[in-house]
Every structure is written in structure tokens, then in C-alpha cells.
């Protein structure tokens, strides 16, 4: 079946400009999650959506950061006034529900570049 | 911080069973031991999961000792295409203010070798 699917794929922009990321997650999961992976680290957790509910976002490095999952399907990480240390790839994971003995399915990331 | 310990680094040989090693030691009860692997250029690949006792799924068997404090991952029959970063990662079982978000450390990255 489909997995997690995120776009674009690749995403070069210059400082200050604002970026939009996709992730449309696994039909019919519950929760979303965003990471963001430094080259050569491990993903860190930026947020967490349960449905349309963001319920922790203690990740998100700065308040240029903004994600949202109006529908409680498809979600958008916003990134306003990109600096170059934003650069990375960010990945979207979605699990059925909010039980934690569920896994959490991640797609294969957007790599953002800020030039 | 990540609350696992891995070697940086291992090797296997093709067609040999690959035992990776991880250290939890402070692990609490109500805390799963997760693994991940993640190859070059794509996402982390969930492998497998525990509570207590061993699991075993078409990718690997999960060896958790009796104490919990550590635990090791066997792929039974490794091919060139497990070559990856292996992710450890112990996970709160419920709720009460978390969020079941996942902690990544370094991880071991698997070289297998013809």
C-alpha cells in the first residue's frame, strides 16, 4: 500500500525566503510527526499532531517554524524567513493511532537547502 | 538526550547473521525498546519492537535480556542491502504528557561486506 509521501523531494531557496513542506501521511493514521535530520544526525522531533489537534510542539526551534493539519490528513511545515542553519532534511512519520506500541511509518524526507 | 549506547560502527559478512548491540540501562518499565534502520538518502525503515520478551518478524529477532538493560538485534542472514544506520530507541508505552515521539541517538551504521 501507499506509504508516507512528502514534497517536494528536493528544495533549494535563498535566505529569507519562506518554504512550505508537504507530507501527506499513511490514509487514515492518526498521529503526524516532523523530525528534522542534520547531516550526519539522527532525526530530532520538531512536532506532533493527533488528527487536527498540534499537541506538542516543544521541538521547533524558533517561532519562524510553523506546522499545520487543518483536516487531520495532510500536513504542512511552514519555515518563514529560512536561515542557513535551517538547512536539512525534515521528515514526516504517521502512526494508525496514539497508542505507543504502534510504529510510527516515515517517508523519505524533503532535503532543504538554503543558500 | 538519547537514553541508548551503540558501537559507531560494525561489520558483517554477507550471508552472516548480524548481532548489533544496545545498551539501555536506565530503561523504566512502562518503556518499549524500538529498532529503525535507515539507508542512504531515504527514511528511517521501522524494524521491530518489545516490552519484555524476544520478538521475531520477517526482518529480525529482537533479544531483550531479563534485566531490560540491554538488547540485541539479529538480522538472521545479512544481505548487501541491510547495509544501513541501525537506530535503538527505548518509547514511553502510554501517555500521561507524552507524546510517543521517537529519540534518536547516532546509531550503529552496519557495513555488510561480500
Known amino acids: 500500500g501507499a506509504g508516507v509521501s512528502q514534497s517536494p523531494r528536493y528544495k533549494v531557496a535563498k535566505r529569507g525566503q519562506d518554504v512550505a513542506l508537504r507530507c501527506d501521511p499513511i490514509?487514515?493514521?492518526?498521529?503526524l510527526f516532523w523530525y528534522q535530520q542534520a547531516l550526519g544526525q539522527g532525526p530530532e522531533f520538531l512536532t506532533y499532531f493527533q488528527n487536527e489537534a498540534q499537541l506538542d510542539k516543544s521541538g521547533l526551534p524558533s517561532d519562524r517554524f510553523f506546522a499545520e493539519r487543518p483536516e487531520g490528513s495532510v500536513s504542512t511545515l511552514k519555515i518563514q524567513r529560512t536561515q542557513q542553519e535551517d538547512s536539512a532534511v525534515y521528515l514526516c512519520?504517521?502512526?494508525?493511532?496514539?497508542?505507543?506500541?504502534?510504529?510510527?511509518?516515515f517517508g523519505d524526507g524533503t532535503r532543504l537547502s538554503i543558500l | 538526550d538519547a537514553k541508548t549506547t551503540q558501537p559507531p560502527s560494525m561489520d558483517c559478512a554477507e550471508g552472516r547473521a548480524a548481532n548489533l548491540p544496545c545498551n539501555h540501562s536506565t530503561i523504566s518499565g512502562n518503556e518499549y525498546v524500538y529498532w529503525y534502520r535507515q539507508i542512504h538518502s531515504q527514511g528511517p525503515q521501522y524494524i521491530i519492537h518489545?516490552?519484555?520478551n524476544n520478538e521475531t518478524n520477517e526482518m529480525a529477532s529482537l533479544i531483550i535480556t531479563e534485566d531490560r538493560k540491554s538488547s540485541t538485534l539479529i538480522l538472521p542472514h545479512a544481505t548487501l542491502r541491510d547495509t544501513a544506520v541501525y537506530y535503538c530507541i527505548v518509547r514511553f508505552t502510554h501517555g500521561s504528557g507524552n507524546t510517543g515521539k521517537l529519540i534518536f541517538g547516532q546509531g550503529t551504521t552496519l557495513q555488510v561486506k561480500p
Open positions: 490514509s487514515g493514521h492518526v498521529s
Open positions: 512519520a504517521s502512526s494508525r493511532s496514539g497508542q505507543f506500541n504502534q510504529p510510527q511509518h
Open positions: 518489545g516490552l519484555k
